[in-house]
């Protein structure tokens, strides 16, 4: 009985602290601007009520949207369900009308006059704040006409831009558009290094990293990484969170999405936290806490 009461008092004396050394996740409201209502999840399994109330339950209280095609967008904007579960819709023109326009946009004409008839007409929710997310498996492509038309546009008329690519191409987007408000899906692809981004970040005052499928952001146990850690703590006004609802396994899976970004959230001081959580979108988009 002694022995047991031993290995009683070992196991508290080593496994307690550990257990009481555990963060709380963060508990305040989130702003995801990487999300997509596109054409397979509203004609298909996830219908408006259903992707409302996955935000609600999530604590989603603000959005970036951009869908393909625009409609989801719209859908989301017009809806007063929108509003009576306490969302607000920051609606981007995508430019994408299917899939065949992922490879070819940035020298297609046609998307820039779609863009500017978007433009012109806006949404419910008011006019459209950025443009995107667009994609650029190769970075040479940041040249192409339609590409620095469009980064140009953005610069001028204040919009932001939602782009996934690769470090290179950042660079040839901001030579077309030094001042651009450039939101950097997913903070890279492929995994740039953390050296890199800091670089970048440096670089370009206006650039901002989304946080969705960044590799090596956490540990296999879902907290933060040292070396995100200590980015996030050298850039706390940089960084924001996103879902990246671009197949509808995302939707399936989208409050296990924010419960995963609450638990890194809750390794940084709440300061912190709270800005890539909600303070650095709602500053951007002009958008008052819930």
């Known amino acids: 009985m002694k022995a047991l009461k031993a290995i009683g008092w070992l196991w508290l004396a080593f496994v307690w602290p550990a257990l ?6 963060y508990a305040g409201p989130l702003f995801d601007t990487h999300l997509h209502y596109n054409v397979e ?4 399994p996830h219908p408006l009520a259903d992707v409302l109330a996955r935000m609600e339950r999530a604590g989603v209280r603000a959005i970036v949207a951009n869908s393909r095609p625009n409609d989801g967008t719209k859908a989301l904007a017009a809806s007063p369900a929108t509003k009576a579960a306490g969302v607000t819709v920051v609606p981007f023109v995508r430019l994408y009308r299917n899939r065949a326009d992922y490879d070819n946009w940035f020298r297609d004409p046609s998307i820039e006059t779609m863009v500017q008839t978007e433009l012109a007409a806006g949404t419910s929710a008011g006019p459209y704040r950025g443009l995107g997310e667009f994609h650029l498996y190769d970075s040479a492509n940041a040249n192409g006409p339609v590409a620095k038309s469009l980064m140009r546009l953005a610069e001028q008329r204040g919009l932001a831009v939602l782009a996934h690519v690769d470090d290179t191409a950042i660079q040839l987007l901001f030579g077309h558009a030094p001042k651009a408000r450039l939101i950097w899906a997913h903070t890279g692809i492929n995994g740039v290094p953390v050296a890199r981004v800091r670089e970048l970040l440096n670089a370009h005052p206006t650039l901002m990293g989304e946080l969705s499928y960044r590799p090596g952001l956490t540990d296999g146990s879902g907290h ?8 996030f703590t050298e850039f706390p006004d940089r960084f924001m969170i996103g879902s990246d609802t671009w197949v509808n396994q995302r939707w399936e899976a989208y409050e296990s999405l924010m419960a995963d970004a609450r638990r890194w959230l809750g390794d940084l001081d709440a300061v912190t936290a709270q800005r890539i959580a909600w303070g650095n979108a709602a500053s951007l988009f002009a958008v008052a806490r819930p």
């Open 20 to 25: 009481a050394a555990e963060p709380a996740p």
């Open 41 to 44: 999840a509203a004609e298909g």
């Open 224 to 231: 933060l990484s040292p070396e995100w850690k200590a980015l």
